[in-house]
T-cell receptor
Framework: DQQVKQNSPSLSVQEGRISILNCDYT??????FLWYKKYPAEGPTFLIS?????DKNEDGRFTVFLNKSAKHLSLHIVPSQPGDSAVYFC????????????FGTGTRLTVIP | ETGVTQTPRHLVMGMTNKKSLKCEQH?????MYWYKQSAKKPLELMFV???????ENNSVPSRFSPECPNSSHLFLHLHTLQPEDSALYLC????????????FGPGTRLTVT
């Protein structure tokens, strides 16, 4: 059973508007969350992360929000740019002792100029 | 070359063939990983190496055989694969084993006929 879920396979947003990508998880032992971005024919690249002791982390146009009680995190991109068009993967790591990152299936974001 | 490189980028092989995937990281990292991404499925961790020692093998069939001759190189030897093994195989590295941020290569698109 998938422990990290991205229920929206795709999202289209107008340039300049906000993009919100969502991720849900089931394992309460996850303590660190990451977002990766993937362009076609390239590997995923790290974008932003958040520890479970925080509820928000911001880096330029990218902000990740964590709601532990709801086991939900989201990535906000504002303003969205055409270069942001890519597949975004959410990933989560269990509390120390595990070497695994659990990934979602990804959301394809298209930013329309 | 910078980052994480993988060769070949595409591979078509028959079920009786033997082939190898190669990964090289130019980041001075100590941990390396093999992931498998099948269509519409999340990335699945296959193997983890730390300082050339295998530390994790996630119930991967023996027809996949990893090799890590040094901390910069990682191989995945393939033999008698099945059509369902067709997938994108991604290599990643991280500074240390417990380091959350992993750097990915572009992947090898494998098709088993």
């Amino acid at each position: 059973d998938q422990q990290v879920k991205q229920n929206s396979p795709s999202l289209s947003v107008q340039e300049g508007r906000i993009s919100i990508l969502n991720c849900d998880y089931t394992n309460s032992m996850f303590d660190y969350f990451l977002w990766y971005k993937k362009y076609p024919a390239e590997g995923p690249t790290f974008l932003i992360s958040i520890s479970s002791i925080k509820d928000k982390n911001e880096d330029g146009r990218f902000t990740v929000f964590l709601n532990k009680s709801a086991k939900h995190l989201s990535l906000h991109i504002v303003p969205s740019q055409p270069g942001d068009s890519a597949v975004y993967f959410c990933a989560a790591r269990p509390i120390s002792g595990a070497n695994n990152l659990f990934f979602g299936t990804g959301t394809r974001l298209t930013v329309i100029p | 070359e910078t980052g994480v490189t993988q060769t070949p980028r595409h591979l078509v092989m028959g079920m009786t063939n033997k082939k190898s995937l190669k990964c090289e990281q130019h980041l001075g990292h100590n941990a390396m990983y093999w992931y498998k991404q099948s269509a519409k499925k999340p990335l699945e961790l296959m193997f983890v190496y730390s300082l050339e020692e295998r530390v994790e093998n996630n119930s991967v069939p023996s027809r996949f055989s990893p090799e890590c001759p040094n901390s910069s190189h990682l191989f995945l030897h393939l033999h008698t694969l099945q059509p369902e093994d067709s997938a994108l195989y991604l290599c990643a590295s991280s500074q240390e084993l417990a380091h959350y941020e992993q750097y990915f290569g572009p992947g090898t698109r494998l098709t088993v006929t």
